[in-house]
């Protein structure tokens, strides 16, 4: 029985209040491409074990980024997560926890969003950092958003090397918001230089968006254009989908960055199909008002015991709507435990000796596959992850890696769509999962595909 409580006159007077003809009328700015125009076709009901037989025979067709070599990257990466991590998360403490907004019985959940943000501002190298956001692509938007509230501007500047899908995001969240976003056309062979955004930054830009390591994987120190931004009054934003590079490059605080956001997936989190992940977002003192989700800080009870509150909420249950800086209910809880452990577990030492192993295992791979004839790697700089170019279109010659048992990266056409020029691009991720047999593996296919 369908559960429906709301009648047709109950639906027509709340569509007659917002003013929609029908409830078709609400779904007029999804593409025609993307909505059904019947209902999915799944099988009918079945018993539970022939739907477990079912399901495991389509899992069984899945080629899995742990079962062979793989190389995938692009804002989602393979790391080692400790069995560690999964026990602690699942303890009926942190599972059945209750809401911080009642701290008096939330002291667990508290503490430890009180240490994510405290490594998470130690990684970036800020002053101080959210209890996290949904993803990588929406911090970036909200960075967006915050950086305009401040500045009280309304145009960003996205950097080429920025991943097009966060582009894409911030994009969404602008044109409801009426800020312009302008930008360069990545290019995995030139980075963009300081010379080229200036031309773009004027007096109504609220930010500049950089990712580092970008896109491509190249990785660029930006305090030159930290201080143009900060003549021209517009604030530095850093992107980053790579959290483990931090323990081995520059801290964008130390460049001069105004806020910094990105993915936090790599530490204690799977790839999971591509969620659920964790959103990181730290920035200055001085703009910690602007700063969307929440805060959790230290304090002491009346007895002059330690304890944890929410000392930030700035969002619509809170405060008056138009004060707001941010519409999300909560924060991404479960995964931001799972990089609380880890990244207790790792510890600064182990973190840093994490981020050795990845570059060493990048390197490695960069020179084995800059030797296959057909191949050429484009980066003159790179964390864990850099971008070759084939002499026939990567998508292509990746269908002839996976029937050879390899995943052997990202096509740089599968970011791009729209643009051929970047057809026979290859993005290759190495981390400390990949062994030496594995980049062999890689580099053999790429002979054979290449041939």
């Known amino acids: 029985m369908r559960y429906l409580p709301l009648t047709r006159a109950d639906r027509a007077s709340m569509l007659e209040t917002i003013g929609a003809a029908s409830v078709e009328e609400l779904y007029h700015d999804v593409p025609d491409g993307a909505l059904l125009d019947a209902p999915v076709d799944l099988p009918s009901h079945l018993g539970e ?52 907004y009642q701290p008096e019985i939330a002291q667990g959940t508290l503490q430890y969003l009180f240490e994510f943000q405290t490594q998470v ?72 230089t300081v010379e080229e955004l ?80 964790v959103g990181l977002f730290a920035t200055t003192q001085k703009l910690v008002r602007q700063m969307p989700g929440r805060l959790c800080g230290e304090t002491v009870d009346q007895d002059g015991k330690r304890g944890f509150v929410l000392t930030l909420s700035t969002r619509e249950q809170h405060i008056r709507r138009e004060k707001a800086t941010s519409n999300i209910c909560t924060n991404a809880g479960l995964c931001s435990l799972a990089f609380t452990v880890h990244m207790s577990l790792l510890g600064e030492d182990g973190y840093r000796r994490l981020a050795t192993l990845n570059h060493e295992n990048a390197c490695k791979a960069a020179d084995a596959l800059d030797a296959v004839d057909g191949v050429t790697v484009v980066n003159d700089s790179f964390f864990n992850e850099f971008t070759v170019k084939l002499s026939k279109p990567a998508a292509d010659v990746l269908e002839v890696l996976v029937d050879k048992g390899v995943l052997g990266g990202v096509p740089l056409s599968r970011l791009y769509p729209n643009r051929s020029d970047l057809d026979n691009y290859l993005l290759v991720a190495v981390t400390e999962t990949n062994t030496d047999e594995d980049i062999a593996a890689l580099a053999d296919a790429l002979k054979e595909a290449l041939a």
């Open 198 to 277: 200036d031309d773009l930054i004027d007096d109504q830009t609220a930010c500049v968006v950089v990712q580092y390591p970008d896109v491509f994987g190249r990785v660029q120190d930006h305090t030159k254009l930290a201080e143009v931004c900060h003549a021209k009054g517009a604030l530095l934003v850093v992107v980053f989908t790579e959290a483990v590079a931090f323990g081995a490059i520059k801290s964008p605080g130390s460049f001069g960055a105004d806020i910094v956001c990105g993915e936090g997936q790599s530490i204690g989190n799977a790839l999971s199909y591509g969620g659920p992940y």
């Open 121 to 192: 501002a130690s990684i970036t190298g800020m002053d101080v950092a959210n209890a996290s956001m949904w993803d990588g692509a929406t911090s970036c938007a909200e960075a967006v958003l915050m950086a305009c509230r401040a500045t009280r501007r309304k145009k960003a500047v996205l950097s080429g090397g920025v991943h097009p899908h966060y582009r894409e995001v911030t994009e969404t969240y602008c044109q409801f918001s009426d800020t312009e976003v302008a930008g360069r056309d990545g290019n995995p062979e030139q980075q963009a």
């Open 49 to 100: 074990m022939q739907v477990e037989r079912d399901m495991m025979a389509l899992a069984a067709k899945n080629t899995g980024a742990s079962s062979v070599p793989s190389f995938l990257g692009a804002g989602a990466y393979r790391h080692h997560v400790p069995a560690t991590v999964d026990y602690v998360i699942q303890r009926g403490e942190f599972l059945t926890a209750y809401t911080p």
